[in-house]
């Protein structure tokens, strides 16, 4: 039932070539991680689709390596700020920021799940676009090398309103007051998305990086808003190591070598970012210089980088316990108790079934395998409790956010095929 659903969510969703993340109109475009993840889910019953899904987002990429977060294809009135305000890329039908990439494990996901030598040509295409796109990491936003690699608008964190973020954007000026343009909460309800203090500040980034033309010479320098994000850096570091394999199985040593050196400096960086007092891997204000103490989902991410992370801190499977403890459906975008937490609003502490898929992945491979299973049972138990959402509320399960969710129909095909 759940799976015949599930198909039938990405088949509605389907735009041609790319899915939008909710057909209601909330998200009008393709998103980059959204689509990423949904080609895992397209890869249970469609592998060409799964590959398109990626290559089209490909297509979008900028001659500099950056694959933008947003790309626009079609109509995308229903959406505040659409094509028209971004204005990005060569064919201004791009945003100019980017979000977590996990491309090259999807990628890495697809060849070995269909075999090598079937799905060569699509790698042939793809990996070199994504070693360019990792470049422009290490490049673009990390000039100082210190291997911990910046977000420069909370959008690219993919967690948007995350209390980690919060003093670091309140520095950012608001500029005028964009309430009056936001559409999101014609959609849904104001209560569980971002506030306007936040969306203010949100478009007065996207202003002022406009302004600059997008640069990357430039953004780095002028960014109000800099924030080495550890779930961002996990994510990126995971997606490292699956480029290498891919670099590695088409013979490219080169590409090899150089993918270890960007390997070896995030591995040095999240190293430093765990902070021994608090137990949690904590993200890092590069413009106040000062590790951010907010334990956020996004410090359990390092579980999904590095099968070895347990082992030299096993404090960080206490504090999954403990979170999970404390809710009825895990894994809470951030420590349930908290000041900042709010069951309801988007990524103060609702439960997001990606997230899930990477945490029970990281917890498989880091050998708890009965963690990983709670984690799987209550991302599945949510969807049939309150259906396809975007986001659930950790404390009672209920739906929240987009409905018909693409991401949320992905992960449950995942996870249904991951016993
Ligand atoms: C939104 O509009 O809420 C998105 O998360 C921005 O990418």
């Known amino acids: 039932m759940m799976r015949q659903k599930s198909i039938e969510i990405l088949r509605a969703n389907d735009k041609g070539g790319y899915t939008v993340p909710t057909s209601s109109g909330l998200y009008p475009a393709q998103w980059n991680w959204d689509s990423c993840l949904v080609a895992m889910g397209f890869a249970q019953f469609d592998e060409g689709r799964a590959w398109q899904e990626i290559e089209t987002l490909f297509s979008g990429q900028w001659p500099d390596g950056m ?54 040509a699509h790698l042939q295409t793809l990996v070199p676009k994504l070693l360019d796109w990792h470049r422009w990491f290490y490049r673009a936003r990390d000039p100082e090398g210190s291997g911990f690699v910046a977000v420069i608008h909370p959008w690219e964190s993919g967690m948007d309103n995350s209390p980690i973020w919060d003093a670091s954007l309140a520095v950012v000026p608001p500029g005028p007051s964009v309430a009056k343009l936001r559409k999101d909460t014609t959609f849904a309800d104001v209560a569980v998305r971002p506030t306007s203090a936040e969306y203010d500040r949100y478009i007065n980034l996207v202003m002022m990086y406009r302004n600059e033309n997008y640069d990357e010479g430039r953004l780095y320098d002028i960014a109000p808003f800099r924030v080495c994000d550890v779930g961002f850096n996990s994510i990126l570091l995971r997606a490292n190591r699956d480029l290498r394999f891919l670099l590695e199985s088409m013979g490219d040593e080169q590409g090899v070598l150089e993918v270890d050196s960007m390997i070896a400096r995030s591995c040095d960086a999240l190293e430093r970012a765990w902070d021994e007092n608090d137990a949690h891997f904590y993200s890092f204000d ?124 992905a992960m449950v095909l995942l996870l249904s095929a991951s016993e």
Do not use: C
């Open 67 to 120: 694959v933008p977060h947003i790309i626009f294809h079609g109509d995308d009135s229903s959406y505040f700020p659409n094509s028209s305000v971004w204005r990005g890329g060569p064919s201004k039908r791009s945003s100019g920021i980017t979000q977590p990439p996990v491309a090259a494990t999807v990628v890495r996901y697809l060849a070995e799940r269909f075999g090598f030598e079937h799905t060569l």
């Open 286 to 409: 590069s413009i106040s210089r000062r590790y951010i103490p907010k334990p956020g989902i996004a410090g359990l991410l390092p579980l999904y980088a590095d099968p070895e992370v347990s082992r030299r801190h096993p404090e960080i499977i206490a504090r999954i316990k403990k979170w999970l403890g404390d809710v009825k459906y895990g894994v809470p975008s951030f420590e349930p108790g908290r000041p900042e937490f709010e069951s309801k609003r988007y990524w103060r502490g609702p439960v997001w079934l990606v997230v899930n898929w990477m945490l029970m992945t990281g917890l498989r491979e880091n050998g708890y395998e009965e963690l990983a299973r709670r984690v799987r049972k209550d991302s599945l138990d949510v969807v049939e409790k309150s259906g396809f959402h975007e986001y659930f509320d950790p404390l009672t399960g209920e739906g929240l956010g987009g409905t018909d969710f693409s991401w949320t129909a």
